[in-house]
Nanobody, 131 residues
Framework: QAQLEESGGGLVQAGGSLRLSCAFS?????????????MGWFRQAPGKEREFVST????????SRSDSVNDRFIISRDNVKNTVYLQMNSLSTEDTAVYYC???????????????????WGQGTQVTVSS
């Protein structure tokens, strides 16, 4: 079993920036390297379905992101610290949501856009953007 814990959410004014972090850990009896996991960020606003934000591949570091965030959001990973990040810039009120990180073993970038393909999820962190 893998565990994910997000942090870094909060309240920010429109136009501002936040960096979310997601710490990855595994139970001792089921040990796979963090670098074997494809990581993703999703978000869910009140009354809406969970939405893909960005994903980064397990080993090559290739990434994909949704059109709604385009180049405002940058996903990255540190395979030494077992952490994935989401740098969010030029935030707007439409970015207000609970942000979740997710993990799955390997996989394609295309498959990483579907939340149903992930095995592990964090508890989420709230991001609120005020106008």
């Amino acid at each position: 079993q893998a565990q994910l814990e997000e942090s870094g959410g909060g309240l920010v004014q429109a136009g501002g920036s936040l960096r979310l972090s997601c710490a990855f850990s595994e139970s001792f009896t089921f040990r796979m390297y963090f670098s074997s996991y494809q990581m993703g960020w999703f978000r869910q606003a009140p009354g809406k379905e969970r939405e893909f934000v960005s994903t980064i591949s397990a080993s090559s570091g290739d990434l994909s992101r949704s059109d709604s965030v385009n180049d405002r959001f940058i996903i990255s990973r540190d395979n030494v610290k077992n952490t994935v990040y989401l740098q969010m810039n030029s935030l707007s009120t439409e970015d207000t949501a609970v942000y979740y990180c997710a993990a799955r073993l390997y996989g394609t970038l295309t498959g990483g856009r579907d939340p149903n393909n992930y095995d592990y999820w964090g508890q989420g962190t709230q991001v609120t953007v005020s106008s």
